[in-house]
T-cell receptor
Framework: DTEVTQTPKHLVMGMTNKKSLKCEQH?????MYWYKQKAKKPPELMFV???????INESVPSRFSPECPNSSLLNLHLHALQPEDSALYLC???????????????FGPGTRLTVL | AQSVTQLGSHVSVSEGALVLLRCNYS??????LFWYVQYPNQGLQLLLK??????LVKGINGFEAEFKKSETSFHLTKPSAHMSDAAEYFC????????????FGAGTRLAVHP
């Protein structure tokens, strides 16, 4: 299995809702990432988990809450989002922990989030 | 600090023509460089990467890139464009500081016309 899967593909939520995005990989990778990508822009890093511990939080608002229950699974919990949070949310994984600067990051297809 | 500049937000070529997408980088440490492609409504897929060793790197789908330290460049080329190459292309450099943060350029949208 050489892919990163993400569910759901599309999500529409109101500003008072609570929802979660899910990411899964079965490649034995030790680092997992959340990115946010606005239209016509490059991905922006949000969080990095290395060996199931949160290593990097790029000053993301607390309405986004990541969770790494095990080495294969990464969640992003969403609460009280704003319309400007509408974007494509990408998950990625890489073989080594965060010290692997030359590591390839493997991306999932993303979840298209719309906040009304 | 690391940064990436992609010259040309849009590039248009004819089918069968040479594809050249430009990428210049800035890095205070030996750079690790990546080219990713993103098709509409999809995630990013690695085309190729440079870490150390041979400066001419061959990737998937007939793409290659040459690392030129003196020019701080890592341009992506393909001898003959195909309609299926139409996509967004991102050049990225791996950050320093002991963690694997990719710093992306703004992207170049490649259009291929018949």
């Amino acid at each position: 299995d050489t892919e990163v899967t993400q569910t759901p593909k599309h999500l529409v939520m109101g500003m008072t809702n609570k929802k979660s995005l899910k990411c899964e990989q079965h490649m034995g990778h030790r680092a997992m990432y959340w990115y946010k990508q606005k239209a016509k822009k490059p991905p922006e890093l949000m969080f990095v988990y290395s060996y199931e511990k949160l290593s990097i939080n790029e000053s993301v608002p607390s309405r986004f809450s990541p969770e790494c229950p095990n080495s294969s699974l990464l969640n992003l919990h969403l609460h009280a989002l704003q319309p400007e949070d509408s974007a494509l949310y990408l998950c990625a994984s890489s073989p080594e922990g965060t010290s692997g600067r030359s590591d390839t990051q493997y991306f999932g297809p993303g979840t298209r989030l719309t906040v009304l | 600090a690391q940064s990436v500049t992609q010259l040309g937000s849009h590039v248009s070529v004819s089918e069968g023509a040479l594809v050249l997408l430009r990428c210049n980088y800035s890095s205070s440490v030996p750079p690790y460089l990546f080219w990713y492609v993103q098709y509409p409504n999809q995630g990013l897929q690695l085309l190729l990467k440079y870490t150390t060793g041979a400066t001419l790197v061959k990737g998937i789908n007939g793409f290659e890139a040459e690392f030129k330290k003196s020019e701080t460049s890592f341009h992506l080329t393909k001898p003959s464009a195909h309609m299926s190459d139409a996509a967004e292309y991102f050049c990225a450099v791996s950050g320093r500081g002991g963690y694997n943060k990719l710093i992306f350029g703004a992207g170049t949208r490649l259009a291929v016309h018949p």
